[in-house]
């Protein structure tokens, strides 16, 4: 509340609803670069706390591909490093998104934490995720929705998409659809031998631990010792 009284102040004394629209943006994103700044400070302390390394800005790691289809998508800044046998990174991104109410369109910025270990061996290509309607849809009018594993219950919730089929059975274990149909294993893809999970928020030290715990179970949940 101070904030927007000193504001209503500031208007007053630029003289002009423009002059104080100016002002405000300006002080807007000054906060925001500043808690930017706070939140590359606390992950750099926390890298450097726990043996990892990070890096600033936009990268071109194998695993950006896959997210190019979301708008405006980047990489903030990433975190790497060795838990266990796995290589691990944690990577604050965003992409945009627009909302609209009819009249007019707002461009909505959207955090995602995206959590990457890299597997020994050799791996199919292969995305699992929560059918969205419009896949159940098909599903029920008998068209393409994916390889199915012949398990009712899993197959109506979850699309899997592989170019392996008969990998399918071997990477999902009793124990891993279980898994999925209590809700404990988030959307996962594999791709050039990477596993990646994607959530929705924004990256912060305390995120990193139990993020790369859930890729951890995930990986030896799909095979990985060690």
Not at 91 to 97: G, L, V
Not at 112 to 138: D, K, Q, Y
Not at 180 to 186: A, E, F, I, M, Y
Request: net charge positive; with cysteine.
């Amino acid at each position: 509340m101070g904030f927007v009284i000193f504001m209503i102040v500031m208007l007053l004394l630029v003289g002009g609803m423009g002059g104080g629209i100016a002002v405000l943006v300006i002080a807007v994103r000054k906060a925001a670069i500043k808690a930017d700044r706070r939140r590359r400070d606390a992950l750099y302390a926390w890298t450097m706390a726990n043996g990892w390394r990070m890096h600033e800005g936009d990268a071109a790691t194998r695993w950006r591909p896959r997210l190019a289809h979301l708008r405006g998508f980047r990489i903030r800044r990433l975190a790497y490093g060795t838990v266990g046998p796995l290589q691990v990174t944690a990577a604050d991104c965003r992409y945009e998104t627009t909302t609209s109410n009819g009249q007019t369109t707002q461009t909505v910025e959207v955090n995602l934490a995206v959590f990457v270990a890299a597997l020994p061996g050799a791996w199919p290509e292969i995305t699992v995720g929560n059918r969205h309607l419009g896949s159940r849809m098909l599903r029920a009018l008998g068209g393409h929705s994916g390889v199915e594993l012949g398990h009712p219950e899993f197959d109506r919730r979850f699309r899997v998409e592989t170019v392996d089929p008969y990998a399918v059975p071997r990477l999902l274990s009793p124990a891993l659809v279980d898994a999925h149909l209590r809700g404990q294993v988030p959307n996962w893809s594999i791709s050039a031998g990477e596993l990646m999970v994607v959530e929705r928020y924004r990256l912060t030290p305390e995120h990193i631990i139990p993020g790369v715990e859930r890729v951890r179970w995930l990986a030896a949940a799909l095979g990985v010792r060690g």
